[in-house]
């Protein structure tokens, strides 16, 4: 199954969650407010702050280190310094706000070089194909950077984060 196929049955399938049945939010359907904040859960199950960790500190998923400093994760080398430090998130911005930022920090922040995290959208990329990913661009796989859940783990993880 495609990684664009398993969103679309994911978006298609509820998650039951302490009684209550969620849907997946396509990026799409994202309902922002205050055009920096999204104040829903994008994948309707709460965020696993350790999961959230292993994404940030990931070179293969969010590689959030590749920019940003982060003191609670001491044993991994080279974290940048381009972006923000990750110290204090959770003291900073609220949780709506966390999530547009993980979500996308260019809607939050136009002149930042974060990339979108969750989008689907081809034409809001400028290049998604061949030249920027070594693959040629293909509808059918095309799909968001960060999957619902794992922005959800995100924020959870930068919601710890209150010391600076």
Same mark, same amino acid.
């Given at each position: 199954m495609t990684r664009r196929s398993l969103s679309a049955a994911c978006a298609a399938t509820a998650v039951i969650w302490g009684g209550a049945t969620f849907a997946e939010i396509s990026p799409a359907d994202i309902v922002w407010e205050?055009?920096?904040? *999204?104040?829903? &859960?994008? @994948?309707?199950? /709460?965020?696993? /702050?350790?999961?959230?960790?292993?994404?940030? &500190?990931?070179? &293969?998923?969010?590689?959030?280190?590749?920019c940003h400093q982060?003191?609670?994760? /001491?044993?991994?080398? %080279?974290?940048?310094?381009? +972006? /923000? @430090?990750?110290? +204090? &998130? +959770?003291?900073?911005?609220?949780?709506?706000?966390?999530?547009?930022?993980v979500a996308n920090?260019?809607?939050?922040? #136009?002149?930042?070089?974060? #990339?979108? %995290?969750?989008?689907?959208?081809?034409?809001?990329? *400028?290049?998604?194909?061949e030249a920027y990913t070594a693959r040629a661009y293909n509808p059918e796989t095309f799909s968001t950077l960060l999957t619902a859940q794992q922005v959800e783990d995100v924020v959870a993880y930068l919601m710890t984060l209150t010391d600076w």
């Open positions: 205050d055009e920096i904040a *999204i104040p829903a &859960s994008l @994948s309707g199950t /709460p965020g696993d /702050p350790v999961a959230g960790a292993v994404t940030v &500190s990931s070179r &293969s998923a969010g590689n959030c280190l590749s982060n003191t609670a994760m /001491p044993e991994h080398d %080279f974290q940048g310094n381009i +972006g /923000p @430090s990750l110290d +204090g &998130s +959770g003291a900073r911005w609220s949780e709506a706000e966390l999530r547009g930022i920090a260019k809607r939050v922040f #136009p002149e930042s070089m974060m #990339p979108v %995290f969750y989008n689907d959208n081809p034409e809001d990329y *400028i290049r998604p194909g």
